[in-house]
């Protein structure tokens, strides 16, 4: 079975500071992997997502995520934290077809002080 | 840009009353799903629907809960008879191909059961 373990529950930066947000994933397939975010009270916006071909994906927002099949995972990386990046982060894992269900990791929330 | 439109935003309900939550997928969509979070938990899956029938469903999804594609546009979410535990934000999906995978969300439907 599919699952996401998402470490940290909460990440605290400063605004200008490396963001890290870590997600690992098991898989007996070849899996499809998303990034999403959740502002207050808002829906899950797609940030970015890894299906085939470049393992560095480039999301909107300036994020980014590597799939790195060794390590069995797919961190969520900005050079430069923003306040408005403050949000929870979800991690989730697909199988490979795109139409399947996603298994969602339990998510990080993300606090960017000045 | 198309987006998933879910009615009632909020709706609170007497305990083993019905309800029906409401989506309007984005029109050339041909996946739909019903995802839950509880407050403080993470996203679940609960159904997935395509060409009018269930295609999976999970554990949570049992006998009190149904999918419904009405008409060409609307899907819905009824809970015949609603526990306490039913109460949460409950969030719309579709998907096609054209999107390379990544689903649309809505902004969920918060049910409150008191």
């Known amino acids: 079975a599919q699952s996401v373990t998402q470490l940290g529950s909460h990440v605290s930066v400063s605004e200008g500071a490396l963001v890290l947000l870590r997600c690992n994933y098991s898989?007996?397939?070849?899996?499809?992997l998303f990034w999403y975010v959740q502002y207050p009270n808002q829906g899950l916006q797609l940030l970015l997502k890894?299906?085939?071909?470049?393992?560095l994906v480039k999301g909107i927002n300036g994020f980014e995520a590597e799939f790195k099949k060794s390590e069995t995972s797919f961190h969520l990386t900005k050079p430069s934290a923003h306040m408005s990046d403050a949000a929870e982060y979800f991690c989730?894992?697909?199988?490979?077809?795109?139409?399947?269900?996603?298994?969602f990791g339990a998510g990080t929330r993300l606090a960017v002080h000045p | 840009e198309p987006e998933v439109t879910q009615t009632p935003s909020h709706q609170v309900t007497q305990m083993g009353q019905e309800v029906i939550l409401r989506c309007v997928p984005i029109?050339?969509?041909?996946?739909f799903y019903w995802y839950r979070q509880i407050l403080g938990q993470k996203v679940e899956f609960l159904v997935s629907f395509y060409n009018n029938e269930i295609s999976e469903k999970s554990e949570i999804f049992d006998d009190q809960f149904s999918v419904e594609r009405p008409d060409g546009s609307n899907f819905t979410l009824k809970i015949r008879s609603t526990k306490l535990e039913d109460s949460a934000m409950y969030f719309c999906?579709?998907?096609?191909?054209?999107?390379?995978?990544?689903?649309?969300f809505g902004s969920g439907t918060r049910l409150t059961v008191v």
């Open positions: 898989s007996s397939v070849p899996p499809y």
């Open positions: 989730a894992v697909s199988d490979t077809g795109g139409y399947n269900k996603l298994i």
């Open positions: 890894y299906t085939t071909g470049a393992t």
């Open positions: 999906a579709s998907s096609s191909q054209s999107t390379n995978y990544g689903y649309t």
């Open positions: 029109s050339n969509h041909l996946y």
